[in-house]
């Protein structure tokens, strides 16, 4: 009964953390948006995408943990089997709060946290942020080259 309770605990409190963002809306909390349409339904950004639910959180802390936890389920596509629509498929907010709790009970089990990977993967996305930049730069620095010596 005590365990029923808490799942209960755990869905109210994410019910109140993510909501369908609407267009204008601000944002004084740390937050992210999680994309709900298309093939790509349940990945999560820190800026703003259209057609994408919002995870308020309460604290940093918190919402780096749900942002890490909900790129894993996305890169795993834990999200394509609740995918609805013939044409335009999306996800139900409904179903990404049942995602999330199934994932929350079973990977915070015994001696086992998601936790003690979150520094890793915010270090992985860190290094890959920089590799973007260092791309970027070169192909600036290619159509600088071809600019200089094909343009007369």
Not at 33 to 41: A, C, D, P, T, V
């Amino acid at each position: 009964m005590k365990k029923g309770i808490q799942t209960l605990k755990k869905s109210i409190m994410l019910k109140s953390k993510i909501k369908t963002h609407k267009m204008g809306s601000t944002y004084n909390q740390p937050h992210f948006f999680i994309l709900n349409k298309g093939l790509n339904s349940g990945k999560p950004f820190n800026h703003y995408v259209c057609n994408s639910f919002v995870f308020l959180a309460d604290n940093k802390a918190e919402k780096e943990f749900y942002y890490f936890l909900l790129l894993g389920l996305w890169e795993l596509r834990f999200f394509r089997k609740h995918l609805k629509g013939s044409v335009i498929e999306y996800v139900r907010l409904g179903d990404v709060i049942d995602v999330i709790e199934e994932t929350l009970n079973s990977v915070n089990t015994g001696n086992r946290s998601f936790s003690d990977v979150q520094n890793t993967l915010a270090q992985i996305e860190a290094l890959q942020a920089n590799l973007q930049t260092q791309l970027d730069y070169l192909m600036q620095l290619r159509k600088s080259l071809f600019y200089k010596y094909l343009k007369k």
